[in-house]
Nanobody
Framework: QVQLVESGGGLVQAGDSLRLSCAASGGSFSDYGMGWFRQAPGKEREFVGAITWSSSQTYYTQSVKGRFTISRDNAKRMLYLQMNSLKPEDTAVYYC?????????????????????WGQGTQVTVSS
């Protein structure tokens, strides 16, 4: 069983930066593709970005390209989301998720149904 725990959320002002972390336990983290999703009040959970098991590929939704960066440290079993130039529309609960099937490509990783394990989420609030 894989457990994922997010941390690093908080209340910031527009233009600030935050780094979210996701700690993984159980399973074989270095074999998993990992993704970040977010859910704002009253909206569906949406894809933010993903990274393959080897970090060879990263994928981002258009609205965060150039501002957010995903990285991972397989030795530490950690996933990160560096968020710069935050905007009020980035306000949401952010979730990390693990995919165990060696998927590839943006379409694959942006599909939340492809993920097998989810964290509990961390709140990010960006004030204007």
């Amino acid at each position: 069983q894989v457990q994922l725990v997010e941390s690093g959320g908080g209340l910031v002002q527009a233009g600030d930066s935050l780094r979210l972390s996701c700690a993984a336990s159980g399973g074989s983290f270095s074999d998993y593709g990992m993704g970040w999703f977010r859910q704002a009040p009253g909206k569906e959970r949406e894809f933010v970005g993903a990274i393959t098991w080897s970090s060879s590929q990263t994928y981002y939704t258009q609205s965060v390209k150039g501002r957010f960066t995903i990285s991972r440290d397989n030795a530490k079993r950690m996933l990160y989301l560096q968020m710069n130039s935050l905007k009020p529309e980035d306000t949401a609960v952010y979730y990390c998720a693990a995919n165990v099937d060696y998927g590839m490509g943006y379409v694959y990783f942006s599909d939340r149904e492809k993920y097998d394990y989810w964290g509990q989420g961390t709140q990010v609030t960006v004030s204007s």
